[in-house]
């Protein structure tokens, strides 16, 4: 308990350092690049590799730095698309928070490597990876997001409590998640195979230009 209450304690510490503060402000700013590069799927589904900047930060800097810069790029792309006429919700936004925090429970303070001389760290780092992305896109993505899009959105009579005695309202959800949401998850796959080339080198990179201080 007392090593995970630190991920959130050290995270909050490193917000004092200028390094933290350049290094997350860079890397914002490609993830809002690489946003801009997303792919529409439907109006509720849109794939993007952001999570690849993301996960950098949350590896270097933990779980309150990484909440913070997902909520950072969520404002940030919501001006940039100018979605006035469905405004700003909040409880997306909090999910948006909550990815951020995840990525930085499971990646922050892990020494993510891929080479040939260490096959078990190496395979270790790709499962930790796998987990990070994995609880995010069924948490986050697939769980949360779909609900309160769907809810807020789509059918403002839907919720947990009346869905469960309603079949057909069951079913228009599920036939909405399976052609609107699941689509936009279908890139776990190759978002692990960028993050299991671009994670490692990242963490390589950063130690070398610091010379292993830690944030």
């Known amino acids: 308990m007392k090593s995970f209450i630190s991920k959130f304690t050290d995270s909050a510490k490193s917000l004092g350092d200028i390094r933290t503060i350049t290094v997350t402000g860079m890397l914002l700013a490609l993830a809002v690049a690489i946003r801009s590069l997303g792919i529409n799927i439907t109006a509720d589904a849109r794939i993007v590799f952001t999570c690849v900047p993301i996960c950098i930060i949350a590896m270097l800097y933990g779980p309150v730095v990484c909440g913070m810069s997902t909520f950072a790029l969520d404002v940030i792309g919501f001006l940039i ?13 909090l999910v948006v928070v909550l990815s951020g925090i995840i990525y930085g429970i499971v990646l922050y303070n892990a020494d993510i490597k891929c080479t040939k001389s260490d096959i078990k760290g ?5 499962l930790r990876i796998m987990l990070a992305r994995g609880l995010v896109v069924v948490i986050c993505n697939m769980t949360l997001n779909s609900y309160f899009l769907y809810s807020l959105y789509v059918n403002k009579d839907f919720s947990v409590f009346t869905s469960l005695g309603d079949r057909d309202m069951m079913n228009q959800f599920m036939t909405w998640f399976v052609t609107s949401r699941l689509p936009k998850n ?3 796959p190759i978002d692990i195979v960028l ?3 671009v994670l490692p080198s990242a963490n390589m990179a950063y130690k070398s230009v610091f010379k292993y201080k830690k944030a």
């Open 122 to 126: 190496s395979v270790m780092s790709i």
């Open 186 to 188: 279908v890139t776990y």
């Open 81 to 93: 698309d100018n979605k006035s006429a469905r405004g700003y919700s909040i409880e997306l936004a």
């Open 195 to 197: 993050l299991s080339l």
